[in-house]
């Protein structure tokens, strides 16, 4: 299949447009990629040729992540088309603001209003282009809003300098820029040469694209990249990581696991991504009880010293004297549930859960389920889909007295909310050696 055929394929893939109002809790089960012109206060519009140049970049960034991907997907263009959308600040203005490091803030908060959304349920990627035809600013950029790799949309920012420089190179910065919208961090964070590397998210400049002419050597997406991206199933839901077929041979595979800035990210005019938790029942063996929500999710399995308990990971909860351990959670915004997933043990079996609770504070606390036979170390609980801000859950301890838990994940209807930074049930398990911090 030619290229051309290949790229009206992907142009083809669209996602309908959101035109509905959505409730603050509508998490969207798929991503795509939405361009936006912002025109700041005295800068005029883009042209129609700018508008098509664009859209073109886009595009051809689409089919390098097919490419990359090796067919197995790529990221969607939102069908809505492309947005101008003019601010009331000044390029000038928007300067100051950027040196205090707050200009993203205010071109996100903007376009949270636009789109009547926000970073909770917002189905979009805003692919930013500002009109600054005599300036360089605004500085490439972008981020996902939630962080990880699975937990909503995201941002770029870029600057129309380069859309309209002579050999423009704004296709290499597109396709950076988006990897750490969908997740990715530098290539650095896997230990390897950020100028040298190859990966679209280093810095090397053979990896330099003139206007629509690629390097001689197109960069690519690293085993360890390709990995991440298969986590991000609202973007890609058809992509998987195959070992034989991502990793060339002698490839020594980094092991390490590394995600893109955290959930707390602060946005202007929206609540932070992030579950508060506390518990009455203790933490022992320096461990944290919020390490059981957005952290990395360890393996169950039993190390070859010690107890398997790694206490930057997991919670491990103080004695019971009234055989239950109770844990407390607020989410940002009330949030439809009907399913749990508890992650408990640790070294392959040691302090198990043998029962859940579930209770969601609903004009007062209801119970809403309860397991009073839990047999496995990941164990689930169906119950009635309710919204709610608090929930409460109890876990029933064996004689030990005591519980680990090593993650929570949370359901809906529509899927899974707020989740794991690292989303580890998208990782086939054993598929990551469970190295020691």
Not at 201 to 206: A, T
Not at 396 to 403: C, L, T
Request: proline share 4%; with cysteine.
């Amino acid at each position: 299949m030619t290229n051309f055929l290949i790229l009206n394929t992907i142009i083809l893939m669209m996602v309908p447009c959101y035109t509905l109002a959505l409730e603050e809790d509508d998490i969207p089960t798929r991503i795509s990629v939405l361009p936006v012109f912002v025109v700041p206060k005295g800068e005029v519009a883009p042209t129609q040729q700018q508008k098509d140049l664009f859209v073109r970049h886009l595009k051809r960034s689409q089919l390098e992540y097919n490419e990359m991907l090796k067919g197995r997907d790529t990221f969607q263009i939102a069908d809505s088309g492309l947005h101008v959308m003019n601010v009331r600040y000044s390029l000038k203005q928007l300067k100051v603001l950027a040196a205090r490091k707050t200009n993203s803030q205010y071109i996100r908060a903007n376009l949270f209003r636009e789109f009547k959304v926000n970073r909770f349920n917002c189905p979009y990627i805003f692919l930013v282009m500002v009109m600054s035809p005599n300036d360089t600013w605004a500085t490439a950029s972008g981020s996902a809003f939630n962080g990880g790799y699975n937990s909503g949309g995201g941002s770029v920012l870029l600057s129309s300098n380069k859309l309209d420089a002579q050999n423009s190179l704004l296709q290499g910065s597109i396709l950076h820029e988006l990897g750490h919208a969908l997740g990715l961090g530098h290539v650095k964070s896997y230990g390897y040469d950020q100028y040298k590397s190859k990966s679209i998210m280093s810095y090397s400049k053979s990896n330099y694209w003139s206007n629509f002419a690629p390097p001689k050597e197109k960069a690519v997406l690293i085993p360890e990249e390709i990995q991440a991206l298969s986590m991000n199933k609202r973007v890609f839901p058809k992509l998987y990581f195959d070992r034989a077929l991502d990793t060339p041979q002698g490839y020594k595979f980094s092991n390490v696991l590394s995600k893109a800035v955290g959930c707390d990210i602060k946005i202007q005019g929206q609540k932070q991504y992030r579950i508060a938790v506390k518990t009455n029942s203790g933490q022992e063996a320096d461990s944290k009880v919020t390490n059981i929500v957005h952290g990395y999710i360890r393996q169950n399995t039993k190390p070859s010293k010690g107890n398997g308990f790694i206490k930057n990971h997991m919670w491990m909860s103080g004695k019971t004297v009234d055989e239950w351990v109770d844990v407390e959670l607020e989410f940002p915004i009330p949030v439809r549930m009907n399913r749990i997933c508890v992650l408990s043990q640790c070294g392959g079996g040691s302090f198990p859960v043998k029962a859940i609770r579930v209770e969601a504070d609903v004009k007062g606390y209801n119970r809403l389920a309860e397991n009073l036979n839990v047999t496995e170390d990941e164990e689930y609980v169906i119950f009635e889909q309710t919204k709610a801000k608090r929930w409460r859950f109890y876990f029933k301890p064996d004689r030990s007295g005591q519980v680990v838990i090593r993650g929570l994940r949370f359901y809906s209807r529509q899927g899974e909310i707020f989740c794991s930074m690292y989303p580890t049930h998208l990782i086939k398990k054993g598929s990551w050696p469970d190295k020691q911090d």
